[in-house]
């Protein structure tokens, strides 16, 4: 079975300041790897995925992260952030089926607290 | 892009009684949808997958008696709490996926269900 860890369970940070939110997998066959951000009392919103290609994904709201598949790492960056990041992040994993269809493993969450 | 709609947003129910949770996708077909909950800071919980027109799948330790859950169509799926107790409350998250198109997995925006 596949899992996700999240080694930081907060990121505090100041604004315009670079981030680095850390993701490692574990999984025995090829995976997806996925980020979401959840902002309080909604629900999660993709940042990005890797899918297959680029080991450099880049997403949505100027973040991007890297595939490293000799480390197990899909860890998370933005050089610049702002006020309006702040909110747990999820690292999240799934297998690859033919088809399609299978569910997500989500990891611990990080919450990112940008400051002034 | 891809939308799923969750309602209600928000519920406040008496114990015992049963609460209806809404998930639909609005503009693609969703051939499978997972539902989750998520206590307080802390990660989402899998507690069942469902695909069109077949029983649901539940996780470990998830009562399929108490949290029903139908897909009857390719829109629609429910999940019913029934004889909701306070231990029930928590933030109920669906999500669905479409075969056709981008892989990818699109959230709803979770009910916040107390049970007083």
Known sequence: AQSVTQLDSQVPVFEEAPVELRCNYSSSVSVYLFWYVQYPNQGLQLLLKYLSGSTLVKGINGFEAEFNKSQTSFHLRKPSVHISDTAEYFCAVTIVLTGGGNKLTFGTGTQLKVEL | ?116
């Open chain 2, 1 to 116: 892009g891809a939308v799923v709609s969750q309602h209600p947003s928000r519920v406040i129910c008496k114990s015992g009684t049963s609460v209806k949770i809404e998930c639909r996708s609005l503009d693609f077909q969703a051939t499978t949808m997972f539902w989750y909950r998520q206590f307080p800071k802390q990660s989402l919980m899998l507690m069942a997958t469902s695909n069109e027109g077949s029983k649901a799948t539940y996780e470990q330790g998830v009562e399929k008696d108490k949290f029903l859950i139908n897909h009857a169509s390719l829109t629609l799926s429910t999940l019913t709490v029934t004889s909701a107790h306070p231990e029930d409350s928590s933030f109920y998250i669906c999500s669905a996926i479409n075969r056709q198109g981008v892989y990818g997995y699109t959230f709803g925006s979770g009910t916040r269900l107390t049970v007083v």
